[in-house]
T-cell receptor, first 112, second 115 residues
C-alpha cells in the first residue's frame, strides 16, 4: 500500500532563506507523487507533480521537487522564501485511480 | 472558467441533526472526490465517483455518512445524526478523468461545526 510521511508539522524560515519541506513515500509500484498548497481559508492547489518524465520537477511560484528513488523521497524546495509562501503544504501519492493519499501536512511560516 | 464550488461555506449544527453539503464540480469533469480534513490533520478520503460507475465508498467512516451524485454534475454529502467528532472541513475535488496523472481541482471546502 502507498503512503507518505511528511517530516515536521511546522517549518519556519526567514524571508529570503531556503525552503525545504520533506516528504518520504512508500510504494510497491512506481509512484505518482504530488505537492499541494493550501492557503488560509482556501482549497488545495496543485504545486507540482511527478510523472516519471524527469526526476526534478518544477512547479508554480518557484517551487521544485526532486524525486529520489534510492531515498524514497520527494522533498519540496524553493531557493528564496517570500512572505506569500506562508501556507500549509501537503505531499501526496496516488494509490489507485480513485484515491490520493495525503500526508499530514507541513505548515510553513515566514519570518520577516 | 468556474472552479469547484461548495456550499455552504460554513455550517454550524447541533449534535444529532442531519446536514447536507453540496459540491458543484468543474463542468465536464467526470471524477469527483470528497475528503475530510480535521483540524491540524491531513486529508482523509471519503468517497469517489467516476461517471456512471459504482462509487468507491471505502473511506466513509460510518453508515451515518452517505453521498450521491447526479450524473456528472452536483454531488451532495449527507451526514445523519451528527456527532461532535464530525466537526471538520469537508473538501470536494473533481478531475477530468481518473487517470493517474490527472490533477484534482479542489473547492474551498465547507467548515462543519457540530455543537
Amino acid at each position: 500500500a502507498q503512503s507518505v510521511t511528511q517530516l515536521g508539522s511546522h517549518v519556519s524560515v526567514s524571508e529570503g532563506a531556503l525552503v525545504l519541506l520533506r516528504c518520504n513515500y512508500s510504494s510497491s509500484v512506481p509512484p505518482y507523487l504530488f505537492w499541494y498548497v493550501q492557503y488560509p481559508n482556501q482549497g488545495l492547489q496543485l504545486l507540482l507533480k511527478y510523472t516519471s518524465a524527469a526526476t526534478l520537477v518544477k512547479g508554480i511560484n518557484g517551487f521544485e521537487a526532486e524525486f529520489k528513488k534510492s531515498e524514497t523521497s520527494f522533498h519540496l524546495t524553493k531557493p528564496s522564501a517570500h512572505m506569500s509562501d506562508a501556507a500549509e503544504y501537503f505531499c501526496a501519492v496516488r494509490s489507485s485511480a480513485s484515491k490520493i493519499i495525503f500526508g499530514s501536512g507541513t505548515r510553513l511560516s515566514i519570518r520577516p | 472558467g468556474a472552479g469547484v464550488s461548495q456550499s455552504p461555506s460554513n455550517k454550524v449544527t447541533e449534535k444529532g441533526k442531519d446536514v447536507e453539503l453540496r459540491c458543484d464540480p468543474i463542468s465536464g469533469h467526470t471524477a469527483l472526490y470528497w475528503y475530510r480534513q480535521r483540524l491540524g490533520q491531513g486529508l482523509e478520503f471519503l468517497i469517489y465517483f467516476q461517471g456512471n460507475s459504482a462509487p468507491d465508498k471505502s473511506g466513509l467512516p460510518s453508515d451515518r455518512f452517505s453521498a450521491e451524485r447526479t450524473g456528472e454534475s452536483v454531488s451532495t454529502l449527507t451526514i445523519q445524526r451528527t456527532q461532535q467528532e464530525d466537526s471538520a472541513v469537508y473538501l470536494c475535488a473533481s478531475s477530468p478523468t481518473a487517470g493517474e496523472y490527472n490533477e484534482q481541482f479542489f473547492g474551498p471546502g465547507t467548515r462543519l461545526t457540530v455543537l
